[in-house]
């Protein structure tokens, strides 16, 4: 496992061309979010999400997550229904998860993806350059989500091709998960971003 500094833009550059070769080599990497460390792969690598699913135990039926650096890159990936792009464009970056109608089938998600933009700057750099990735939280399933980078390296680090270091993440609740795609949209699960009330969905 390669071990990398991402803590400030300078970090950037490097951080791009370690991704880059880990992405050849079908690698996980893992590197900070606002909230936990996430497992990234891209989510059309079906050898990448294979790696990743046996390195976290999930499930090969479970969606992974997405996070994308704005919202020409989420568009590029999923359907936004008529009347959301306004919405979303006010609300990104933010703990916002949204399940969308997937532009094409991917490995990682089948026919829908939940996506969001990260609210983490220098993780949206870095997706800017990459394109959307995978960002299912940094533990073997049913383990507490990791924001240290060091139990990362102790849990996970056998399986990693690279470790993006942006020191402990804050940690906290998880994005909340918003589908879109039921009639009306409802909320699947709670969590840091409050619904506003005029967007008049269930569960909110």
């Known amino acids: 496992m390669r071990r990398l500094r991402f803590r400030e833009i300078g970090d950037l550059a490097g951080a791009v061309e370690a991704c880059r070769e880990a992405m050849a080599r079908h690698g996980v990497i893992a590197f900070p979010t606002e909230t936990f460390y996430g497992l990234a792969v891209p989510p059309d690598d079906p050898a990448g999400v294979d790696a990743l699913l046996a390195l976290k135990g999930r499930p090969a039926d479970k969606a992974l997550p997405l ?25 990104w970056p933010a703990a916002l998860s949204v399940v969308l109608v997937a532009c094409r089938p991917l490995a990682a998600c089948g026919s829908t993806a939940a996506v969001r933009i990260p609210v983490h700057p220098l993780l949206r750099a870095l997706l800017l350059e990459l394109g959307p990735l995978t960002a299912t939280s940094a533990n073997r399933a049913a383990s507490p989500a990791l924001s240290d980078p060091e139990l990362v390296a102790r849990d996970l680090g056998h399986g990693l091709d690279l470790l ?19 009639d009306p949209p409802k909320v699947l699960r709670p969590g840091a971003f409050a619904m506003p009330p005029e967007w008049a969905v269930n569960g909110a």
């Open 164 to 182: 993006l270091d942006g020191g402990s993440s804050p940690g906290g609740l998880p994005s909340t998960l918003l589908d879109l795609t039921a």
């Open 67 to 91: 996070v994308a650096a704005d919202l020409r890159q989420v568009e590029g990936l999923v359907r936004v229904p008529p009347g959301w792009r306004e919405r979303l464009a006010g609300t």
